[in-house]
């Protein structure tokens, strides 16, 4: 697995827990963390992403 797709699995999977945070901050639950923690996957994977990308050049 390069790691291209190692950030689109990171950037896929903070998505998923970016929305359920959301959902969970509107409707009752402990919603906040699993939102932060969502928005922490796609900064990472989005970083290793354009990493991967200017190393390629």
Do not use: F
Not at 4 to 22: E, F, K, N, P, T
Not at 29 to 57: C, E, S
């Amino acid at each position: 697995m390069n790691h291209s797709s190692i950030g689109v699995v990171l950037m896929s999977a903070g998505a998923v827990a970016a929305v359920a945070g959301a959902l969970m901050y509107v409707l009752p639950g402990p919603g906040l963390p699993a939102l932060v923690a969502g928005l922490a996957l796609m900064a990472a994977g989005a970083a290793v992403r354009i990493t991967d990308g200017r190393a390629n050049r």
